[in-house]
């Protein structure tokens, strides 16, 4: 029931958290619905905010993860108590990881209920995974508590576990939902002292390089001007790709990614500025990235991550559009005229020519059973639609859709990659999907993590979600194959090599549609699929069983477990 402020009109708790949700402006929400949160997921239906159910919590978990970062708006994860919410925990971890503002509705246990089956330490298991643990404290406090849990989740960029105890839920409260104020965030203005520190290092620097994170997602043009006007190349971390496409001087990603031209660029800067980004190890290869000498910034609203994974010659605490916005304004005072220092029409036809993978020459590898995962990621990156938004899972395969397949923008890529779980990218891609309904959804993983998380693809057939997935199918957990068996006892690679699957079969069977590809003429299958998508017919997914030639170890992977 619902009413006016101060007419003292009685609701559930379960109705008034649901409600609060949908006027503070949460976006979609995706669950598994039991007994536990059955009211306040129905609440938040009735009050329009739309609903994907899930096969699994750990399905739902990131899909609400990703269609947080690629909608820019608030996801919802709902949950039964206890074993609903263990489901979720690693979709919770990885949203925890990587700081995406996401609610984790569950419902708890009775503070009574000490035998309960159910009953488990929920704010602990929150807390273990990085996330923040809030909970519905009692009835009274029903609406302020899950304002509080919102406002943290949007003005901290945390993900937020909000328990809702049985008991408390189903008592009833005052009505103040009406009451309730959105909460705006506010942009954090860098110190003017640090801003002038900032632009006496970008006019000292001849080869400056700006590699933005997802925190300079928002601030596109801003940087853009002020590498303009420095000199300076501008790359991206692997989660923010896309964000400078057009750019005569974007490197792409920086990182285990990078092409050798782009980690050749990075390298012989002599200024690294980070825009929100951390600059971790697999953003700047362990350090190898920097040069002896090179001096290096970040950027960041959060102190703490100043100076978090490496030295830095300077940290500013701002937001990255500000600080780029004053940070120009300073340097045109001094500097009237753009300077081209790294921004040469030589580094700009290289940069054409070679910062993307699929431009480099390498032998091909494909047999007469098995294509080049090389071969197949270009071949598809010329069939599909340009307009599309690429997921990728986790593994061996990786590099291939992330450096192959071109996105249109920031909002075009979508990488879960802060836990390092395999099994993530099919509920990625749908979440994206639904954050992008015009782009086609693109996925990229492999055979173990594919199979690891094939119940949601039930989930897209019934969504008739247009979906492509692509599957570089080896038959093994390859990075473990290449990586790590070499220098095992013979008998450990049996552990993870597996017979072949047809997972092409195995997703017709699930309603969508399925090819096997072993060939690039194989690719032809392909058409009809594209076709019916090009007239807008198109209501299944589509499962690109890809038989991949061994590329004795991806390059990417080599890079990363120098530190494993």
């Known amino acids: ?254 990182g285990g990614f990078s092409s050798p031209l782009t980690a050749e660029l990075i390298s012989g800067a002599d200024l690294i500025v980070g825009w929100g980004c951390t600059l971790n190890m697999w953003t700047m290869r362990h350090g190898r990235l920097i040069s002896p000498g090179t001096k290096v910034v970040q950027v960041d609203v959060e102190d703490a991550s100043l100076g978090a994974n490496r030295p830095i010659t300077l940290g500013v605490l701002g937001d990255s559009a500000l600080t780029a916005a004053d940070a120009l304004a300073v340097l045109q005072s001094v500097q009237a005229e753009p300077v081209g220092k790294y921004r040469s029409e030589e580094n700009a036809l290289a940069i054409k020519e070679g910062s993307r993978w699929r431009d480099v020459e390498n032998p091909d590898l494909s047999t007469p059973t098995r294509i080049d995962p090389r071969v197949l990621s270009r071949e598809l990156d010329s069939l599909l639609p340009a307009e599309r938004i690429v997921s990728v899972d986790s593994g061996n395969f990786m590099g291939y859709p992330s450096q192959y397949l071109a996105v249109p923008d920031e909002f075009g890529f979508c990488f879960t990659q802060a836990f390092q779980a395999i099994g993530l990218g099919l509920y990625t891609a749908i979440g994206a999907a639904v954050a992008q309904p015009d782009r086609l959804p693109v996925l990229g993983a492999g055979d173990g993590g594919f199979l690891m998380g094939i119940s949601e693809l039930e989930t897209a057939v019934r969504m008739k979600l247009p979906l492509v997935c692509i599957v570089y199918n080896d038959a093994a957990y390859g990075a473990e194959v290449h990586h790590f068996a070499p220098q095992a006892p013979e008998e450990s690679l049996a552990s993870v090599v597996f017979p072949e699957t047809d997972i092409a079969a195995i997703a017709r069977g699930f309603g969508a549609d399925g090819v096997t590809v072993q060939t690039a003429g194989d690719l032809a299958a392909v058409e009809p699929w594209l076709a019916a998508y090009r007239a807008g017919t198109q209501t299944k997914p589509l499962v690109i069983d890809a038989k991949i030639a061994s590329d004795g170890g991806s390059w990417w992977l080599a890079e990363a477990f120098q530190g494993h």
């Open 1 to 254: 029931m619902s009413g006016e402020p101060g007419l003292n009109v009685q609701a559930r708790v379960s109705t008034l958290v649901g409600r609060t949700l949908a006027k503070l402006g949460v976006g979609h929400v995706f669950g598994v619905v039991g007994s536990g949160n059955f009211d306040v997921t129905g609440t938040l239906m009735a009050e329009g905010v739309p609903f994907t159910a899930a096969r699994h919590e750990g399905g739902a978990a990131t899909m609400a993860d990703a269609y947080g970062r690629m909608s820019g708006k608030v996801g919802v994860v709902t949950t039964h108590q206890g074993c609903g919410l263990t489901n979720a925990i690693t979709g919770v971890g990885e949203a925890a990881k990587s700081r995406t503002p996401m609610i984790v509705l569950t419902a708890d246990t009775q503070a009574a209920a000490t035998r309960s089956n159910f009953k488990i330490d929920q704010d602990s298991l929150a807390r273990s995974v990085g996330a923040v643990a809030e909970r519905i404290h009692s009835p009274a406090t029903a609406v302020a508590d899950t304002v509080r849990a919102f406002r943290t989740a949007v003005n901290e960029r945390r993900t937020v576990v909000l328990s809702l105890p049985l008991d408390v839920q189903s008592a009833t409260a005052a009505d103040e939902v009406g009451a309730v104020v959105v909460p705006q965030p506010l942009k954090v203005r860098p110190d003017a002292a640090a801003v002038q520190e900032l632009v006496e290092l970008i006019a000292a620097a001849e080869r400056p390089v700006f590699v933005a994170g997802r925190g300079g997602r928002g601030a596109r043009e801003e940087i853009l001007a002020l590498a303009r006007h420095a000199g300076a190349l501008v790359a991206t971390s692997a989660v923010a790709s896309g964000l400078f496409n057009g750019d005569s001087h974007n490197l792409g990603i920086s």
